[in-house]
């Protein structure tokens, strides 16, 4: 019987980024290159097809990971991880060399496997997620390790994130219930509550005094960010301390918003086509570079998940 329809997301660069401080660096091609992130990140998608069944996968990719425009609100945006600053853009992010050399490689697999690749000029793949979620037609499974993108999830148009950051092992499945549960705010108050409390990784800073059980209070009593200014313009609903602290970042207040929110409206659309079990030409294709890169086993597994999928 055919699979009911599903898109799977993938934040492509956590997974590749995961894949390759989970995978030993002495897995390595005949001519001894780097292939750790390659293969792990084939076995992660092998696994994701085989657990959660979707038959529409597409790789969600950065194409710039830092846009100039949320730099130009928060400066200290991502700021700590940039290597290089390129005048045109984008900068260069701190990327182990052993990595970046395998980038190449792991979009050809991808490519080989039938899963598109959509990244956006200036924006990342977040963004891309964000606008494919948004106007999917079909339930979405999300797979990041990205707590920002739980203001995606949304039961009543069955959105979910599959959550890695406690490894492919135990994979978290996040649902409306489980932000309430974690926060104490509906996902749909999450960017507020993210702007708010900060993200060190990310080089936000938040408002300052202003911690999740704080911020979880404000948008309970308030709703959200617009309600929380208002009534501490007002000098209503809440302590007079914390008050000072919300009128005190009125400046990060005023910007934030912006750039924790994803986009949810760029100029893309999903591609229509599911995947499909490779034609005796791509198979062969799979196998040369399989057996030219020594990815054996996992291009197999990934391979053999895509031949499960008769959307």
Known sequence: MPRADKLLLLDTASLYFRAFYGVP??????????????????????????????????????????????????????????????????????????????????????????????????????????????????????????????????????????????????????????VVAKYGVLPGQYADFATMRGDASDGLPGVAGVGEKTAATLLQSHGDLVGIREAAEAGEGMSAGVRAKILAATAYLDVAPTVVAVAPDLDIVAPAEALRPLDPAEADAATALAEKWNLGSSMARAVAAVATVEG
């Open 25 to 178: 660096d002495k897995v390595t091609a005949p001519d001894g290159s780097p292939i750790n992130a390659a293969r792990g990140l084939l076995d992660i998608i092998a696994k994701l097809i085989t657990l959660y069944e979707p038959t529409h996968v597409i790789a969600c990719w950065d194409d710039d990971w830092r846009p100039q425009w949320r730099v130009d609100l928060i400066p200290s945006y991502k700021s700590h991880r940039v290597v290089e600053v390129v005048a045109a853009g984008p900068d260069v992010e701190e990327v182990p060399d052993p990595l970046e050399a395998q980038i190449p490689l792991i979009r050809e697999t991808l490519g080989l496997l039938g899963i598109p690749i959509i990244g956006v000029a200036e924006h990342e793949a977040d963004d891309v997620i964000g606008t494919l979620a948004t106007h999917a037609t079909m339930p979405v499974d999300i797979v990041t390790g990205d707590r920002d993108l739980f203001q995606l999830v949304d039961d009543a148009r069955d959105v979910r994130v599959i959550y890695t950051a406690r490894g492919m092992s135990n994979l978290e499945i996040v649902t409306d219930a489980v």
